[in-house]
């Protein structure tokens, strides 16, 4: 599997942003995917998960009620719709498949990485 992550880029506080993530392989509809975060000098973050229908979610804290994570199996991608961004939202942003298909927010359940995007957020 492999996971191509795009869409970041520089946002003002309260813009918003959407990434994508393209996966190839013939079995993206069989697992959960996820999105992760990791600021510089800190470790990777969970972010959201969604299972492998699309029926599930799941936010970390500091997300929740501003990102939407969304997926089109027909498409193998992945989306994170990211709105009223803050600065502290500032990081490299990872996508990810799960072992299962199930949604999960632990690190060690994800097998899959792609290459990041940036998102800075400032004035």
């Known amino acids: 599997v492999q996971l191509q992550a795009s869409g970041g880029g520089l946002v003002q506080p309260g813009g918003s942003l959407r990434l994508s993530c393209a996966a190839s392989?013939?079995?993206?509809?069989?697992?959960?995917m996820g999105w992760f975060r990791q600021a510089p000098g800190k470790e990777r973050d969970f972010v959201a998960t969604?299972?492998?229908?699309?029926?599930?979610?799941y936010y970390s804290d500091s997300v929740k009620g501003r990102f939407t994570i969304s997926r089109d199996n027909a498409k193998k991608t992945v989306y994170l719709q990211m709105n009223s961004l803050k600065p502290e939202d500032t990081a490299i942003y990872y996508c990810?498949?799960?072992?299962?298909?199930?949604?999960?927010?632990?690190?060690?359940?994800?097998?899959?990485w792609g290459q990041g995007t940036q998102v800075t957020v400032s004035s």
């Open positions: 990810t498949t799960s072992a299962t298909g199930y949604i999960e927010s632990s690190i060690s359940r994800y097998n899959y």
């Open positions: 392989g013939s079995t993206f509809s069989s697992y959960a």
């Open positions: 969604i299972d492998q229908i699309g029926s599930s979610t």
